[in-house]
Protein backbone atom coordinates (compact mmCIF):
# COMPACT_ATOMS: atom_id res chain seq x y z
CA UNK A 1 0.00 0.00 0.00
CA UNK A 2 1.10 3.67 -0.41
CA UNK A 3 2.37 5.89 2.50
CA UNK A 4 -1.52 7.78 2.31
CA UNK A 5 -3.24 4.47 3.14
CA UNK A 6 -1.42 4.84 6.63
CA UNK A 7 -3.29 8.12 7.72
CA UNK A 8 -5.20 7.11 10.20
CA UNK A 9 -8.44 9.01 9.60
CA UNK A 10 -10.33 8.36 12.48
CA UNK A 11 -7.42 10.82 14.10
CA UNK A 12 -8.04 13.59 11.63
CA UNK A 13 -12.02 14.36 12.18
CA UNK A 14 -11.10 15.16 15.91
CA UNK A 15 -7.74 16.87 15.24
CA UNK A 16 -9.82 18.85 12.64
CA UNK A 17 -12.67 19.90 15.12
CA UNK A 18 -10.13 20.72 17.84
CA UNK A 19 -7.92 23.20 15.52
CA UNK A 20 -11.42 24.95 14.69
CA UNK A 21 -12.14 24.76 18.54
CA UNK A 22 -9.15 26.42 19.52
CA UNK A 23 -8.85 29.16 16.51
CA UNK A 24 -12.50 30.28 16.17
CA UNK A 25 -12.63 32.47 19.44
CA UNK A 26 -9.23 34.23 17.82
CA UNK A 27 -11.13 34.39 14.28
CA UNK A 28 -14.17 35.60 16.08
CA UNK A 29 -11.56 38.44 17.72
CA UNK A 30 -10.01 39.54 14.47
CA UNK A 31 -13.49 39.88 12.66
CA UNK A 32 -15.19 41.67 15.45
CA UNK A 33 -12.16 43.92 15.69
CA UNK A 34 -12.62 47.74 15.11
CA UNK A 35 -9.73 47.84 12.80
CA UNK A 36 -11.06 51.46 11.94
CA UNK A 37 -10.11 52.85 15.34
CA UNK A 38 -7.15 50.54 15.87
CA UNK A 39 -3.95 52.63 15.69
CA UNK A 40 -5.75 55.64 17.99
CA UNK A 41 -6.83 52.58 20.48
CA UNK A 42 -3.54 50.72 20.49
CA UNK A 43 -1.09 53.52 20.46
CA UNK A 44 -2.02 54.91 23.78
CA UNK A 45 1.47 55.74 25.44
CA UNK A 46 -1.14 53.99 28.90
CA UNK A 47 -0.88 50.46 26.23
CA UNK A 48 2.91 51.26 25.52
CA UNK A 49 3.79 51.39 29.05
CA UNK A 50 0.89 48.17 29.85
CA UNK A 51 3.10 46.18 27.04
CA UNK A 52 6.55 46.76 27.73
CA UNK A 53 5.91 46.11 31.47
CA UNK A 54 4.36 42.89 30.88
CA UNK A 55 6.88 41.52 28.51
CA UNK A 56 9.67 42.58 31.09
CA UNK A 57 8.33 40.99 33.35
CA UNK A 58 7.10 38.23 31.63
CA UNK A 59 10.43 37.77 30.54
CA UNK A 60 12.17 37.86 34.05
CA UNK A 61 9.69 35.59 34.91
CA UNK A 62 10.98 33.09 33.03
CA UNK A 63 14.21 33.83 33.52
CA UNK A 64 13.86 32.72 37.31
CA UNK A 65 11.43 29.46 36.33
CA UNK A 66 14.72 28.48 33.96
CA UNK A 67 17.06 28.96 37.08
CA UNK A 68 15.24 27.36 39.90
CA UNK A 69 12.66 25.20 37.28
CA UNK A 70 15.43 23.13 35.62
CA UNK A 71 17.14 21.98 38.73
CA UNK A 72 13.68 21.49 40.37
CA UNK A 73 12.98 19.45 37.53
CA UNK A 74 16.38 17.67 37.38
CA UNK A 75 15.71 15.88 40.96
CA UNK A 76 12.20 14.93 40.14
CA UNK A 77 13.02 13.46 37.19
CA UNK A 78 16.39 11.89 38.03
CA UNK A 79 16.80 11.08 42.79
CA UNK A 80 14.72 8.73 43.33
CA UNK A 81 13.40 9.47 47.27
CA UNK A 82 10.16 8.67 49.36
CA UNK A 83 7.90 11.71 48.72
CA UNK A 84 8.79 12.60 44.97
CA UNK A 85 4.95 11.58 43.63
CA UNK A 86 3.89 14.01 46.93
CA UNK A 87 6.75 16.91 46.26
CA UNK A 88 5.68 16.69 42.50
CA UNK A 89 2.05 16.92 43.10
CA UNK A 90 2.58 20.39 45.42
CA UNK A 91 5.04 21.81 43.01
CA UNK A 92 2.79 21.87 40.18
CA UNK A 93 -0.38 22.94 42.55
CA UNK A 94 0.01 26.52 40.75
CA UNK A 95 -1.48 24.79 37.77
CA UNK A 96 -4.92 23.75 39.43
CA UNK A 97 -5.16 26.77 42.09
CA UNK A 98 -7.57 29.51 40.30
CA UNK A 99 -4.72 32.15 40.06
CA UNK A 100 -6.76 34.55 42.15
CA UNK A 101 -6.66 31.97 45.00
CA UNK A 102 -2.68 32.08 44.40
CA UNK A 103 -2.55 35.73 44.79
CA UNK A 104 -4.30 35.36 47.92
CA UNK A 105 -2.15 32.78 48.87
CA UNK A 106 1.43 34.89 47.86
CA UNK A 107 -0.07 37.97 49.80
CA UNK A 108 -0.32 35.44 52.82
CA UNK A 109 3.10 34.49 52.97
CA UNK A 110 4.80 37.79 51.34
CA UNK A 111 2.27 40.73 52.39
CA UNK A 112 3.44 42.86 54.93
CA UNK A 113 1.85 40.65 57.55
CA UNK A 114 2.14 37.98 55.38
CA UNK A 115 4.52 34.48 57.13
CA UNK A 116 7.71 35.99 55.30
CA UNK A 117 6.87 39.39 54.51
CA UNK A 118 5.95 40.06 57.55
CA UNK A 119 10.11 39.15 59.03
CA UNK A 120 11.07 41.34 54.93
CA UNK A 121 9.35 44.79 56.31
CA UNK A 122 10.65 44.53 59.66
CA UNK A 123 14.21 43.73 58.79
CA UNK A 124 14.37 45.27 55.65
CA UNK A 125 11.56 47.70 55.65
CA UNK A 126 10.86 46.17 52.01
CA UNK A 127 7.17 45.77 51.04
CA UNK A 128 6.19 43.52 48.34
CA UNK A 129 3.33 44.13 47.03
CA UNK A 130 2.02 47.25 44.61
CA UNK A 131 5.52 46.54 42.73
CA UNK A 132 6.92 45.35 39.58
CA UNK A 133 9.16 42.85 41.79
CA UNK A 134 5.37 41.36 42.97
CA UNK A 135 4.13 40.74 39.34
CA UNK A 136 7.04 39.15 38.60
CA UNK A 137 6.77 37.27 41.43
CA UNK A 138 3.06 36.01 40.93
CA UNK A 139 3.90 35.17 37.50
CA UNK A 140 6.50 33.21 38.17
CA UNK A 141 4.61 31.24 40.65
CA UNK A 142 1.58 30.63 37.80
CA UNK A 143 4.00 29.83 35.14
CA UNK A 144 7.03 28.20 36.61
CA UNK A 145 5.19 24.51 37.17
CA UNK A 146 4.71 24.68 33.06
CA UNK A 147 8.45 24.82 32.52
CA UNK A 148 9.14 22.29 35.33
CA UNK A 149 6.69 19.46 33.77
CA UNK A 150 7.78 20.05 30.40
CA UNK A 151 11.32 20.44 31.27
CA UNK A 152 10.45 16.96 33.64
CA UNK A 153 9.16 15.25 30.45
CA UNK A 154 12.24 15.84 28.21
CA UNK A 155 14.80 14.56 31.23
CA UNK A 156 12.72 11.37 31.10
CA UNK A 157 12.83 10.83 27.65
CA UNK A 158 16.35 10.95 27.75
CA UNK A 159 18.94 8.45 27.09
CA UNK A 160 20.49 8.00 30.54
CA UNK A 161 23.52 6.03 28.99
CA UNK A 162 25.15 8.71 27.80
CA UNK A 163 25.41 10.17 31.91
CA UNK A 164 26.34 6.84 32.38
CA UNK A 165 29.36 6.75 29.86
CA UNK A 166 30.25 10.41 31.14
CA UNK A 167 30.27 8.69 34.34
CA UNK A 168 32.72 6.28 33.25
CA UNK A 169 35.18 8.17 32.02
CA UNK A 170 35.52 10.25 35.23
CA UNK A 171 33.31 13.32 34.96
CA UNK A 172 31.84 14.67 38.52
CA UNK A 173 27.72 14.99 38.55
CA UNK A 174 27.91 18.68 38.04
CA UNK A 175 30.39 18.35 34.96
CA UNK A 176 28.03 15.87 33.46
CA UNK A 177 24.47 17.70 33.69
CA UNK A 178 26.01 21.06 32.39
CA UNK A 179 28.42 19.34 29.79
CA UNK A 180 26.17 16.06 28.91
CA UNK A 181 22.48 16.29 30.04
CA UNK A 182 21.94 20.09 29.33
CA UNK A 183 23.28 20.22 26.04
CA UNK A 184 20.56 17.27 25.20
CA UNK A 185 18.08 18.95 27.16
CA UNK A 186 18.46 22.33 25.53
CA UNK A 187 15.13 22.19 23.08
CA UNK A 188 12.59 20.96 26.37
CA UNK A 189 14.42 23.78 28.43
CA UNK A 190 12.90 26.26 25.22
CA UNK A 191 10.00 24.33 25.08
CA UNK A 192 9.15 24.78 28.84
CA UNK A 193 10.83 28.22 28.91
CA UNK A 194 8.36 29.80 25.57
CA UNK A 195 5.51 27.22 27.65
CA UNK A 196 6.11 29.47 30.62
CA UNK A 197 6.76 32.81 29.25
CA UNK A 198 3.46 32.60 27.41
CA UNK A 199 1.43 31.69 30.56
CA UNK A 200 3.17 34.71 32.30
CA UNK A 201 2.52 37.20 29.92
CA UNK A 202 -0.97 36.36 29.91
CA UNK A 203 -1.37 36.06 33.22
CA UNK A 204 -4.13 38.13 35.06
CA UNK A 205 -5.60 36.75 38.58
CA UNK A 206 -2.39 36.29 40.84
CA UNK A 207 -0.84 39.47 39.64
CA UNK A 208 -3.83 41.55 40.16
CA UNK A 209 -4.46 40.05 43.35
CA UNK A 210 -1.08 40.16 44.54
CA UNK A 211 0.26 43.19 43.05
CA UNK A 212 -2.31 45.26 42.34
CA UNK A 213 -2.59 47.44 39.42
CA UNK A 214 -1.15 50.36 38.96
CA UNK A 215 -0.32 52.19 35.64
CA UNK A 216 3.41 51.85 34.58
CA UNK A 217 4.41 50.11 37.61
CA UNK A 218 1.93 46.59 37.77
CA UNK A 219 -0.67 47.12 35.42
CA UNK A 220 0.50 44.74 32.91
CA UNK A 221 -1.94 44.15 29.56
CA UNK A 222 -3.82 41.40 31.02
CA UNK A 223 -5.26 43.83 33.60
CA UNK A 224 -5.38 46.61 31.09
CA UNK A 225 -7.75 44.51 29.00
CA UNK A 226 -9.77 43.83 31.83
CA UNK A 227 -10.55 47.46 32.76
CA UNK A 228 -10.88 48.59 29.24
CA UNK A 229 -13.44 45.41 29.07
CA UNK A 230 -15.70 47.84 31.58
CA UNK A 231 -16.27 50.82 29.68
CA UNK A 232 -15.04 50.03 26.10
CA UNK A 233 -15.03 46.91 25.02
CA UNK A 234 -13.71 47.57 21.30
CA UNK A 235 -10.70 49.00 23.10
CA UNK A 236 -10.10 45.86 25.01
CA UNK A 237 -10.43 43.81 22.21
CA UNK A 238 -7.89 45.79 20.15
CA UNK A 239 -5.38 44.97 23.34
CA UNK A 240 -6.08 41.89 23.17
CA UNK A 241 -4.81 41.75 19.18
CA UNK A 242 -1.99 43.46 20.66
CA UNK A 243 -0.92 40.89 23.09
CA UNK A 244 -1.69 38.09 20.38
CA UNK A 245 0.55 39.29 17.67
CA UNK A 246 2.92 40.13 20.02
CA UNK A 247 3.27 36.45 21.79
CA UNK A 248 3.04 35.13 18.09
CA UNK A 249 5.49 36.83 17.06
CA UNK A 250 7.61 36.38 19.89
CA UNK A 251 6.91 32.57 19.60
CA UNK A 252 7.74 31.54 16.31
CA UNK A 253 10.80 33.96 16.64
CA UNK A 254 12.14 31.58 19.45
CA UNK A 255 10.85 28.41 17.35
CA UNK A 256 12.43 29.29 14.06
CA UNK A 257 15.44 30.36 16.11
CA UNK A 258 16.09 27.05 18.23
CA UNK A 259 14.61 24.53 15.93
CA UNK A 260 17.21 24.89 13.68
CA UNK A 261 19.44 23.50 16.52
CA UNK B 1 -84.90 58.39 56.28
CA UNK B 2 -81.75 58.86 57.75
CA UNK B 3 -81.75 55.62 59.24
CA UNK B 4 -82.48 54.13 55.57
CA UNK B 5 -80.12 55.99 53.39
CA UNK B 6 -76.82 54.66 56.14
CA UNK B 7 -78.42 51.17 55.57
CA UNK B 8 -77.77 51.40 52.11
CA UNK B 9 -74.82 52.87 52.31
CA UNK B 10 -73.03 49.76 54.01
CA UNK B 11 -75.01 47.39 51.62
CA UNK B 12 -73.58 49.11 48.66
CA UNK B 13 -69.79 48.86 50.44
CA UNK B 14 -70.05 45.47 51.19
CA UNK B 15 -71.04 44.77 47.46
CA UNK B 16 -67.87 47.10 46.53
CA UNK B 17 -66.28 45.04 48.88
CA UNK B 18 -67.22 41.84 48.25
CA UNK B 19 -66.62 42.54 44.23
CA UNK B 20 -63.16 44.30 44.78
CA UNK B 21 -62.22 41.18 46.51
CA UNK B 22 -63.56 38.86 44.27
CA UNK B 23 -61.86 41.13 41.11
CA UNK B 24 -58.46 40.92 43.06
CA UNK B 25 -58.90 37.17 44.31
CA UNK B 26 -59.31 36.47 40.47
CA UNK B 27 -56.20 38.50 39.04
CA UNK B 28 -54.41 36.93 41.58
CA UNK B 29 -55.20 33.70 40.61
CA UNK B 30 -54.61 34.60 37.04
CA UNK B 31 -51.55 35.93 37.67
CA UNK B 32 -50.15 34.03 40.33
CA UNK B 33 -46.45 33.50 39.32
CA UNK B 34 -45.04 30.30 39.40
CA UNK B 35 -41.77 28.62 37.51
CA UNK B 36 -38.50 29.54 37.62
CA UNK B 37 -36.70 33.21 37.38
CA UNK B 38 -33.32 34.27 36.37
CA UNK B 39 -32.40 36.91 38.25
CA UNK B 40 -28.81 39.12 37.60
CA UNK B 41 -27.66 41.39 40.10
CA UNK B 42 -24.80 43.44 40.65
CA UNK B 43 -21.99 41.74 43.06
CA UNK B 44 -22.64 44.59 45.72
CA UNK B 45 -26.13 43.01 45.96
CA UNK B 46 -25.07 39.39 46.78
CA UNK B 47 -26.23 39.38 50.43
CA UNK B 48 -29.52 41.20 50.01
CA UNK B 49 -30.79 39.70 46.90
CA UNK B 50 -29.90 36.10 48.26
CA UNK B 51 -32.04 37.36 51.27
CA UNK B 52 -34.56 38.74 48.84
CA UNK B 53 -34.97 35.73 46.61
CA UNK B 54 -35.01 33.48 49.22
CA UNK B 55 -38.07 35.67 50.91
CA UNK B 56 -39.76 35.81 47.54
CA UNK B 57 -39.75 31.93 47.70
CA UNK B 58 -41.38 31.90 50.67
CA UNK B 59 -44.00 34.40 49.59
CA UNK B 60 -44.33 32.50 46.52
CA UNK B 61 -43.99 29.25 46.74
CA UNK B 62 -44.28 28.30 43.47
CA UNK B 63 -40.90 30.11 42.26
CA UNK B 64 -37.57 29.38 42.35
CA UNK B 65 -34.88 32.11 41.89
CA UNK B 66 -31.83 31.49 40.43
CA UNK B 67 -29.37 34.28 40.95
CA UNK B 68 -25.78 35.14 39.71
CA UNK B 69 -23.85 37.67 40.48
CA UNK B 70 -20.74 39.21 38.82
CA UNK B 71 -19.66 42.70 38.27
CA UNK B 72 -22.67 45.23 36.79
CA UNK B 73 -20.90 45.70 32.83
CA UNK B 74 -20.25 41.70 33.05
CA UNK B 75 -23.78 41.21 33.54
CA UNK B 76 -24.76 43.41 31.24
CA UNK B 77 -22.72 42.74 28.41
CA UNK B 78 -24.07 38.74 29.19
CA UNK B 79 -27.64 40.01 28.73
CA UNK B 80 -27.00 41.83 25.75
CA UNK B 81 -25.19 38.91 24.24
CA UNK B 82 -28.34 36.68 24.58
CA UNK B 83 -27.85 35.61 28.22
CA UNK B 84 -31.36 33.65 29.59
CA UNK B 85 -31.96 36.25 32.34
CA UNK B 86 -35.33 37.71 33.61
CA UNK B 87 -34.55 40.58 36.10
CA UNK B 88 -31.65 42.62 36.24
CA UNK B 89 -30.50 44.62 39.00
CA UNK B 90 -27.42 46.83 37.80
CA UNK B 91 -24.97 48.41 40.41
CA UNK B 92 -25.26 51.69 37.95
CA UNK B 93 -27.48 53.76 35.71
CA UNK B 94 -24.32 53.76 33.48
CA UNK B 95 -24.69 50.20 32.66
CA UNK B 96 -28.26 50.08 33.37
CA UNK B 97 -28.08 52.12 29.50
CA UNK B 98 -26.09 49.48 27.87
CA UNK B 99 -29.01 46.95 28.23
CA UNK B 100 -32.35 49.60 27.55
CA UNK B 101 -30.10 51.12 24.73
CA UNK B 102 -29.95 48.01 22.79
CA UNK B 103 -33.99 46.99 23.56
CA UNK B 104 -32.85 44.59 25.92
CA UNK B 105 -35.22 46.04 28.78
CA UNK B 106 -39.24 46.09 28.68
CA UNK B 107 -40.54 49.51 30.08
CA UNK B 108 -38.15 51.77 32.03
CA UNK B 109 -35.87 50.82 35.07
CA UNK B 110 -36.75 51.84 38.27
CA UNK B 111 -34.15 53.15 41.12
CA UNK B 112 -34.87 50.70 44.03
CA UNK B 113 -31.80 51.52 46.28
CA UNK B 114 -28.92 54.12 46.46
CA UNK B 115 -25.20 53.64 48.01
CA UNK B 116 -22.86 56.58 49.34
CA UNK B 117 -18.74 56.09 49.38
CA UNK B 118 -17.39 55.61 52.83
CA UNK B 119 -13.56 54.66 53.69
CA UNK B 120 -12.88 51.69 54.73
CA UNK B 121 -9.76 51.50 57.58
CA UNK B 122 -8.53 48.69 59.70
CA UNK B 123 -10.94 48.27 63.17
CA UNK B 124 -10.54 50.79 65.25
CA UNK B 125 -9.25 53.53 62.85
CA UNK B 126 -5.00 52.99 63.83
CA UNK B 127 -4.03 55.81 61.37
CA UNK B 128 -6.74 58.42 62.70
CA UNK B 129 -7.94 58.67 59.25
CA UNK B 130 -10.61 61.55 59.39
CA UNK B 131 -11.52 62.13 55.54
CA UNK B 132 -10.44 62.04 51.87
CA UNK B 133 -7.26 64.70 52.86
CA UNK B 134 -6.03 62.07 55.35
CA UNK B 135 -5.60 59.44 52.65
CA UNK B 136 -3.00 61.74 50.73
CA UNK B 137 -0.83 62.17 52.83
CA UNK B 138 2.34 60.18 52.26
CA UNK B 139 2.86 57.09 54.28
CA UNK B 140 -0.87 56.28 53.72
CA UNK B 141 -1.36 52.90 51.41
CA UNK B 142 -4.69 53.22 50.50
CA UNK B 143 -6.71 51.19 47.76
CA UNK B 144 -9.40 52.43 44.92
CA UNK B 145 -11.26 50.81 42.83
CA UNK B 146 -10.31 51.49 38.80
CA UNK B 147 -11.55 54.41 37.42
CA UNK B 148 -13.77 52.49 34.66
CA UNK B 149 -15.82 50.35 36.68
CA UNK B 150 -18.90 52.06 38.70
CA UNK B 151 -17.02 52.14 41.90
CA UNK B 152 -14.03 53.73 40.83
CA UNK B 153 -16.33 56.33 38.62
CA UNK B 154 -17.77 57.18 41.79
CA UNK B 155 -14.50 57.95 43.78
CA UNK B 156 -13.12 59.73 40.99
CA UNK B 157 -16.02 62.32 40.96
CA UNK B 158 -15.85 62.37 45.09
CA UNK B 159 -12.08 63.35 44.84
CA UNK B 160 -13.15 66.13 42.26
CA UNK B 161 -15.16 67.26 44.87
CA UNK B 162 -12.60 67.01 47.26
CA UNK B 163 -10.21 69.22 44.97
CA UNK B 164 -7.58 66.05 45.66
CA UNK B 165 -5.68 64.55 43.35
CA UNK B 166 -5.08 60.92 45.30
CA UNK B 167 -2.35 58.38 44.70
CA UNK B 168 -3.35 55.18 45.45
CA UNK B 169 -1.02 52.64 45.69
CA UNK B 170 -3.37 50.18 43.42
CA UNK B 171 -6.44 50.87 41.28
CA UNK B 172 -8.48 47.28 41.71
CA UNK B 173 -11.15 45.75 39.86
CA UNK B 174 -14.01 45.69 42.11
CA UNK B 175 -14.65 46.36 46.05
CA UNK B 176 -14.54 43.13 47.27
CA UNK B 177 -10.79 43.57 45.66
CA UNK B 178 -10.27 46.69 47.92
CA UNK B 179 -11.49 45.73 50.50
CA UNK B 180 -9.91 41.83 50.45
CA UNK B 181 -6.10 44.62 50.63
CA UNK B 182 -7.08 46.26 53.55
CA UNK B 183 -8.68 42.96 55.43
CA UNK B 184 -4.93 41.35 54.83
CA UNK B 185 -3.33 44.71 55.85
CA UNK B 186 -2.04 45.59 52.58
CA UNK B 187 -3.04 48.80 52.72
CA UNK B 188 -4.18 51.00 55.61
CA UNK B 189 -7.06 52.38 53.77
CA UNK B 190 -9.93 51.65 51.08
CA UNK B 191 -12.51 53.68 49.34
CA UNK B 192 -15.72 51.28 49.14
CA UNK B 193 -19.38 51.74 49.45
CA UNK B 194 -20.90 52.20 53.20
CA UNK B 195 -22.91 48.83 52.59
CA UNK B 196 -19.36 46.93 51.78
CA UNK B 197 -18.20 48.65 55.39
CA UNK B 198 -21.75 47.20 57.21
CA UNK B 199 -21.10 43.47 56.15
CA UNK B 200 -17.45 43.74 56.51
CA UNK B 201 -18.43 43.69 60.06
CA UNK B 202 -15.78 44.13 62.45
CA UNK B 203 -12.81 43.31 60.08
CA UNK B 204 -13.06 47.00 59.25
CA UNK B 205 -13.93 50.68 60.57
CA UNK B 206 -15.75 53.14 58.42
CA UNK B 207 -15.13 56.55 57.92
CA UNK B 208 -17.92 58.90 56.42
CA UNK B 209 -16.80 62.27 54.26
CA UNK B 210 -18.44 64.92 52.96
CA UNK B 211 -17.88 64.72 49.55
CA UNK B 212 -19.42 60.80 49.15
CA UNK B 213 -22.69 62.93 48.94
CA UNK B 214 -21.71 64.05 45.34
CA UNK B 215 -20.80 60.71 44.26
CA UNK B 216 -24.06 58.38 45.19
CA UNK B 217 -24.80 55.60 43.16
CA UNK B 218 -27.85 54.42 42.25
CA UNK B 219 -29.16 51.01 41.34
CA UNK B 220 -31.90 50.70 39.13
CA UNK B 221 -34.10 47.56 38.50
CA UNK B 222 -35.95 46.09 35.16
CA UNK B 223 -37.67 43.14 33.43
CA UNK B 224 -35.08 41.68 30.64
CA UNK B 225 -37.20 41.57 27.24
CA UNK B 226 -36.33 38.27 26.47
CA UNK B 227 -37.53 37.34 29.83
CA UNK B 228 -39.17 33.45 30.16
CA UNK B 229 -41.34 34.11 32.94
CA UNK B 230 -42.17 38.24 32.77
CA UNK B 231 -44.90 37.55 35.30
CA UNK B 232 -42.64 36.02 38.17
CA UNK B 233 -40.56 38.56 36.81
CA UNK B 234 -43.02 41.11 37.42
CA UNK B 235 -43.69 40.17 40.91
CA UNK B 236 -40.21 39.93 41.51
CA UNK B 237 -39.49 43.07 40.92
CA UNK B 238 -42.81 44.76 42.41
CA UNK B 239 -41.43 42.44 45.34
CA UNK B 240 -37.81 44.59 45.74
CA UNK B 241 -40.04 47.71 44.90
CA UNK B 242 -42.35 46.91 48.07
CA UNK B 243 -41.56 47.69 51.89
CA UNK B 244 -41.14 44.64 52.80
CA UNK B 245 -38.46 44.30 50.28
CA UNK B 246 -37.11 47.79 50.86
CA UNK B 247 -36.55 46.91 54.62
CA UNK B 248 -34.20 44.10 53.26
CA UNK B 249 -32.11 46.58 51.69
CA UNK B 250 -32.37 49.39 54.59
CA UNK B 251 -30.61 46.71 57.05
CA UNK B 252 -27.83 46.34 54.54
CA UNK B 253 -26.96 49.96 54.52
CA UNK B 254 -28.54 50.61 51.58
CA UNK B 255 -30.63 54.24 50.94
CA UNK B 256 -34.05 54.31 49.83
CA UNK B 257 -34.26 55.91 46.22
Redesign the interface.
Known amino acids: MSGRARVPYALLAPAAIGVAFLLLPLAGLLIRAPWQQLPSLIGSSEVRTALRLSLETASAATAIAIVLGVPIAWVLARLEFRGRAVLRALITLPLVLPPVAGG ?1 AL ?2 AY ?3 GVVGGTLLKAFGVSL ?2 TTAAVIVAETFVAMPFLIVSVEGSLRGLDRRFDHAAATLGASRLFTFRHVTLPMLGPGIVAGAVLCWARALGEFGAT ?2 FA ?4 GT ?2 TMPLRV ?8 DAAIALSLVLLVVSVAVLAGLRDRWLRL | MNHHSSTIVIATTAIAVTLTACSSSKKAAAAAPSGTIVVFAASSLKATFTTLAANFETANSRVKVVTSFGGSDTLAAQITQGAPVDVFAAASTTTMGTVTKTGDAIGTPQVFAKNELEIAVAPGNPLHIAGLTDLTESGVKFAVCAPTVPCGAAETKAFAAARLTPHPVTFEQDVASVLTKLELGEVDAGMVYQTDVKSAGSKVTGVNFPEAASAINTYPIVVVKDAKNPVAADAFVAYVLSATGQAVLHAAGFQQP
Open positions: ILLGRRPFITGSYPTEYLELQDNP
